[in-house]
């Protein structure tokens, strides 16, 4: 099983297994002559989601796909945002669109996802896409929620039949993560409980979890005693704290306080190399899908 020394879930080892079984597809691809296209519209300086588009170029380089990253000044009008995101949608060399989040206050979130083409909406966040996942039949796998359930099923610990506890419930990670763990399919049909900032005792809740999800973005927030005995805990949380011993000055933490988790668990995710990492192979895996649907569909308009 892909587990670090201990009890430790490997995420890099998992995303490099999903990366190289996108080999073939991509060979696939090549040979109808299609190399697959992620685009990212990066608005302003933060500099969390410059890492995070170069992390993602530089992943779709090393597969071999083509990337273009749109910078636009963080004072943009919405209406210049979503001409840039028209444009992408109609060229056909352009397979996956993310525009990266958060965004500046004159821009809308639901206005900037429903914009992208649903057929090229890989991180899964159109309106449309989102209620194909919650039907249980996905169009594109929602990245960072599909990755953990990968990192669960790969690990080899099925959801199925388990009471999973996700806290947060963000429509990036929460709500989609639940909507995939309760269905009837597999690698899914969990118990599934949602808790949040109205959550009366979380704790209640999270000791209850066979598979605790935490996706807070609140820094090392789930302690020893919030966790059952033998739970599976899996780290959604990306946190910068000030750590004066190291280089930059900071240092990325998850959700969970790691070290007074991890011997209570029988299985943890780290941060970094946990869910990380798998996000990023679940935006190059549906960008693959997107390059696949949208060949299939030019080989059905030529057909005689
Ligand atoms: P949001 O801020 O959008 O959502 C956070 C959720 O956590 C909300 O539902 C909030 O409740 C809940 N919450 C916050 N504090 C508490 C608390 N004390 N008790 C109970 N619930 C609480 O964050 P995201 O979902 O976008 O991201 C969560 C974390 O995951 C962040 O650290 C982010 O950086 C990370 N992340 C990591 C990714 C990866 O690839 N590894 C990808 C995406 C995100 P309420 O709704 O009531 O406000």
Redesign the pocket.
Known sequence: MPRLPGNVIDGKKIADDIRTELKPRLTRLADAGVVPGLAAVLVGENPASQLYVKMKGKASEEMRMSHWTIDLPADVPEARLLQEVGRLNSDPKVHGILVQQPLPDQISVDRAVSAVSPLKDVDCFHPVNVGLVLIGRPRFAPA?PSGVVELLTRSGYDPNGRDVVI????N???KPLAALLLQKAPKANATVTI?????RE?AAHTRRAEILIA????PR?IKADMVNQGAVVID????RIHDPSAKSGYRTVG?VDFDAVRPKAEAISPVPGG??PM?IAMLLSNTVLAAEMSSKAAGAASAP
């Open positions: 960072t806290v947060g419930r963000s990036i990670v929460g808790a949040h900032s109205g959550t979380l996706a807070m973005g609140s927030f959604v949380g990306i946190n959700d869910v990380g996000t």
